[in-house]
């Protein structure tokens, strides 16, 4: 009973986020808070005589927090997840954490090849898109097919990491930008370019999406910056800076991501189980 109570809280929970990231871009900490809490102190009254148990909850917080640092999640959708991962994984089992995020990439995933290719469609780039994507899959195949010959053990894993990989580095060639007018509106969006001054002339430098590629090639600024990407997303004070130079900036196009994270939890719960043993063979 007490276990169908903590996974309904998890639910509700996510589902709450789901609606108010859908309505305003923002999930509020109280929630997150109030979940992560509740699910510590459940974790540490079933695990507080076996230790072990607390290092693969710990390795995910810093998992989610280096996801959030990179950009790739804002904050509060990492503490919705940490929230979610303290609720459900002592009655799930750990199992539930590594499973728990495969469901959340392979969502998020679809979801984008989806609303990426409706949007292509209208602008009618939709070749080039599903080129890209399926490059993508056919890198992961063919890594897997090499893999299996020599790493058999590794070769699901190392199929998975190629895919990132090449979706990463073919994010540059993906729809992911947009030009946005400055206002309060866009606070705590990403922001996809550099703007700085240099010798009293505004510069603007476009990042690129792909963070193997920022890594490689260091773009080199010299001047007074006045907004640049950073984990946190644009302030209101970089927006007051902006406006006495620019009306519109360039952002990377995001999607509410608590409705993704509340259909991976769902699908997790109703299919988890086949999910870790498919990955145990």
């Known amino acids: 009973m007490i276990e169908l109570f903590f996974i309904s809280l998890a639910l509700a929970g996510t589902f709450i986020a789901s609606y108010i990231d859908i309505k305003t871009k923002e999930i509020p900490n109280i929630l997150t808070f109030s979940m992560i809490f509740v699910g510590l102190i459940l974790f ?26 990179l950009g790739l999640w804002g904050g509060g959708d990492a503490k919705l997840v940490m929230g979610i991962i303290s609720l459900i994984s002592p009655f799930y089992g750990i199992d539930f954490i590594p499973v728990f995020f495969i469901v959340i990439g392979a969502v998020a995933t679809i979801h984008y090849c989806i609303f990426g290719l409706v949007n292509e469609m209208r602008e009618g780039k939709a070749i080039k898109f599903v080129t890209v994507i399926a490059s993508m ?10 893999a299996s010959l020599f790493l058999r053990s590794f070769a699901i894993l190392l199929a998975v990491i190629a895919f990132f990989i090449a979706g990463d580095i073919s994010s540059s060639f993906l729809p992911c930008k947009k030009i946005v007018p400055l206002s309060e509106k866009i606070i705590g969006e ?38 640049k990407p950073n984990y946190y997303g644009l302030t209101i004070e970089e927006i007051d800076k902006l406006k006495n130079y620019c009306d519109k900036i360039v952002v990377f196009t995001t999607y509410p ?7 991976a939890l769902l699908l997790t719960l109703l299919f988890g189980k086949h999910v870790t043993f498919f990955i145990n063979i």
């Open 190 to 227: 990403p922001l996809a370019e550099i703007i700085y001054i240099k010798n009293g002339k505004v510069i603007r430098k476009e990042k690129n999406a792909s963070m193997i590629m920022n890594l490689i090639k260091r773009q080199k600024m010299e001047g007074r910056i006045l907004a």
């Open 257 to 263: 991501m608590a409705p993704i994270i509340f259909v």
């Open 137 to 146: 899959f056919v890198i992961s195949f063919i890594t897997y097919f090499v």
């Open 44 to 69: 540490f009254a079933k695990y507080y005589r076996e230790w072990l148990f607390f290092i693969p909850l710990a390795a995910s917080y810093f998992f989610i927090w280096i996801l959030w640092r």
